[in-house]
């Protein structure tokens, strides 16, 4: 049971244990928070035993970057907020997922023989000589909240973990080879392996923030390479004798004719991850090796942000903004895949949009309804 009169505070043990300051008496005397408040979100520590930032933000009483910059100065390091970026996949697994686990701490930036980390303790010295070891990079420690870097870990590494156990399920059947004739990838593509497998490479793409997935057939097998901010990275590969099932579950899915391999087909389907919709726009394509099939992914979220928070200076919005309320002309929007063409898009049909004007878009295939 945590002591309240003591106000000993979680975050400030497990930042460090020469960092033993009252975070709540500190955040009250910096004006941040109200002594009121503070009961409050100490009141909710005892019965929840969750971490006392955590609960302040939650709270809405404090940001989180005020919590961590103020840690930060005392532990002389620079703060950094994990929901706020995305994390490199290749840097990332610069560290294993045990020492990732284990250390608590997460690479961000390889920068020459330096790598950037995210910590929550970042005075661990044997934490840091850990990494330093694996890697063989000098560790330029960063703070980051508890709770932030375990939702950062766990959204990075459980889906890929699953994708692991799925893999290994399926090698552990027995191949059989399959007879075009009698279709088995029907039937498999219901079997418990398969489904686990197409749903942990959903959730691994969502959780890396990818754009698209590619399941290509190979001589020896299916590769799966998700694009992550235009590039393309593989994922996994998966044995030869599973590559109509995985094709025939996705079909399924998308509701396209599982019986067609001989010519390209486009469908549609929805994916909840934790309660959030994503659209996914798929298609196949017959090929030397199989029939490959792209999944792009559409995050209806994305498209619906405000034309000022998409990165424009100011003068090329106000240049912009001019040229999409002309009365006819054309603007053209150009560039490569995943690098916002339908986000700038969405958006200024949202600036335009009013009961004055009649809309109608012209789209081949169709995005976002």
Known sequence: MINPIKNTIKESESQSSRAAF???DRLVQSGAITTQQLSQALEVQIKSNAFLGQILVDLGFVEAAVIGNMLARELGVRYIDLLSIRLDPETVRLLPEESVRSTRAIPLKRLGESLEVAMADPLDVNAIDRIHLITGLRVAPLLAMEWELQRAINEHFDAHSRTSAALNDLKTQNSETINPVNRPELKAASEAPIVRLVDSLLESALALHASDIHFEPQERGLRVRFRVDGMLLEQAEIPR???????????VLCQMDVTESRRPQDGRMSHDNHGR???????SVPTVQGEK?????LDKSSVLVPLEKLGFQPVQQK?????IRLPHGMVLVVGPTGNGKSTTLYSSLNMLNDERRNIMTLEDPVEYN
């Open 319 to 323: 240049n912009f903004e001019s040229l």
């Open 277 to 283: 919709i994503y659209d996914m726009r798929v298609s």
């Open 241 to 251: 004798a599973q590559l109509s099932s995985i094709i025939a579950r996705l079909k």
């Open 22 to 24: 009252r975070l709540g």
């Open 293 to 297: 099939i792209v999944l792009r992914i």
